[in-house]
């Protein structure tokens, strides 16, 4: 059973900073991409940043100066750190998983494995 698990959401001051992490079970990094997406109130859903099933991380240019993904595949955990924190960044984050190894661009289609998400609200 693949389940992912994000934590680590709140409120943040604008300028500050929020860690998010993904816990996975019942899969394995290396055979995957794994992904963080975001969506505000109100808009469609995007993407943050993934990494390859090949571990090379690539980033949306909007927040590649901010975002940092980074993983631990020993732990099964990916994980997001946010700085730099605008009130625009507001909403809820998800962790995502690929069946496969395929994963071209930071676009959900692509993913089919969710997390419930984590709220982040900046204010």
């Known amino acids: 059973h693949v389940q992912l698990v994000e934590s680590g959401g709140g409120l943040a001051q604008p300028g500050g900073s929020l860690r998010l992490s993904c816990a996975a079970s019942g899969l394995t990094f290396g055979s995957h991409c794994m992904a963080w997406f975001r969506q505000a109130p109100g808009k469609e859903r995007e993407g943050i940043a993934l990494?390859?099933?090949?571990?090379?991380?690539r980033y949306v240019d909007s927040l590649k100066d901010r975002f940092t993904i980074s993983k631990d595949n020993a732990e099964n955990k990916l994980t997001l750190q946010m700085d730099s924190l605008k009130p625009e960044d507001t909403g809820t984050y998800y962790c995502a998983a690929t069946s496969g190894s395929y994963c071209p661009v930071i676009k959900e289609e692509y993913y089919n494995i969710w997390g419930r998400g984590t709220q982040v609200t900046v204010s």
């Open positions: 990494f390859d099933s090949r571990g090379r991380a």
